[in-house]
């Protein structure tokens, strides 16, 4: 069975750093990974598609990386800003296009 | 954004009576979900569907039952509910069974 991992599940940082955020799977037959963004009381946001070709993928500031065979994906997020506060989740689909979730990061960016 | 309208957003209701929650899409996607989020658990699949008339369960499907006659329209359908269906249940649409997925807004349910 899959299991998806993010740590910390908490983050707290001042404005204008750069900072990662983890995920781990454990299973590596994986289609591909998703990186979600969930403010409060409201749905999730896609960030980041990452197909198992690919090493990384690129949007704005976000950076997200994917190394399949250590089960490992972090995201990358540059000069951080108090707009970026959210709750960031990791998403893999597996076999038979089964999606599993991480239990998330919650990220503070104070001023 | 991606169209996706929940309805409704926020309900409560009482056990033993049954509940409807609809999702709307607008972008003709051939996937549509149905997930709930609760503290501790993350995101749990309810049941899926992959077309008109074809739905299949995830694997918190207990107590819930679906239906999909148009592609636009996915139902999910809380026959009797349980104080422990108490949730935010969440509509997600994709292209493709391992594509890209796009999330609604959520509708919160308390079962009193």
């Known amino acids: 069975k899959q299991e998806v991992t993010q740590i910390p599940a908490a983050l707290s940082v001042p404005e204008g750093e750069n900072l990662v955020l983890n995920c781990s799977f454990t299973d590596s037959a994986i289609y591909n990974l998703q990186w979600f963004r969930q403010d409060p009381g409201k749905g999730l946001t896609s960030l980041l598609l990452i197909q198992s070709s690919q090493r990384e993928q690129t949007s704005g500031r976000l950076n997200a990386s994917l190394d399949k065979s250590s089960g490992r994906s972090t995201l990358y997020i540059a000069a951080s800003q108090p707009g970026d506060s959210a709750t960031y989740l990791c998403a893999v689909t597996g076999t038979a296009s089964k999606l599993t979730f991480g239990t998330g990061t919650r990220l503070q960016v104070t001023l | 954004d991606a169209g996706i309208t929940q309805s409704p957003r926020h309900k409560v209701t009482e056990t033993g009576t049954p509940v409807t929650l609809r999702c709307h899409q607008t972008?003709?996607?051939?996937?549509m979900y149905w997930y709930r989020q609760d503290p501790g658990h993350g995101l749990r699949l309810i049941h899926y569907?992959?077309?008109?008339?074809?739905?299949d369960k995830g694997e918190v499907s207990d107590g819930y039952s679906v239906s999909r006659s148009k592609t636009e329209d996915f139902l999910l359908t809380l026959e009797s509910a349980t104080s422990s269906q108490t949730s935010v249940y969440f509509c997600?649409?994709?292209?493709?069974?391992?594509?890209?997925?796009?999330f609604g807004e959520g509708s919160r349910l308390t079962v009193l």
């Open positions: 997600a649409i994709s292209e493709q069974g391992s594509g890209e997925l796009f």
């Open positions: 972008e003709n996607h051939r996937y």
């Open positions: 569907s992959y077309g008109v008339k074809d739905t």
